[in-house]
């Protein structure tokens, strides 16, 4: 693996009652990729489903880290908190801070 993996969450779900719902902490992320193409680009993205077991996420990180959104390391390692997700972010790929 030469670039951190990202792992976010599908646009929404439907729950059994019909209802829409998506994750605030993905659209968060997907907010910043698409506001700086140029820096998600030093990343390999994974869309994951939002049943689970999330296959791909548990390969990675195993059964009880399935929260995302998760970044994965390339060299080892990963968060999957909202707050160490975003500073790793920028630290690692100089994507700006969040202001609030």
């Known amino acids: 693996m ?5 792992f976010i969450l599908e646009r929404s779900y439907t729950s059994d009652d019909g209802g829409e719902f998506f994750c605030r902490d993905c659209v968060e992320i997907d907010g910043l990729l698409a506001l700086f193409p140029e820096l998600a680009e030093k990343l390999d993205i994974v869309r994951v489903p939002w049943a689970k077991p999330r296959k ?3 390969e990675a990180l195993g059964e009880d880290n399935q929260n995302c959104p998760a970044l994965l ?8 908190t909202q707050d160490d997700l975003l500073a790793a972010l920028h630290k690692r790929h100089g994507f700006p801070l969040r202001n609030s």
């Open 2 to 6: 030469t670039k951190d993996t990202l």
């Open 56 to 58: 791909a996420v548990v």
């Open 73 to 80: 390391f390339a060299e080892g390692g990963f968060v999957n």
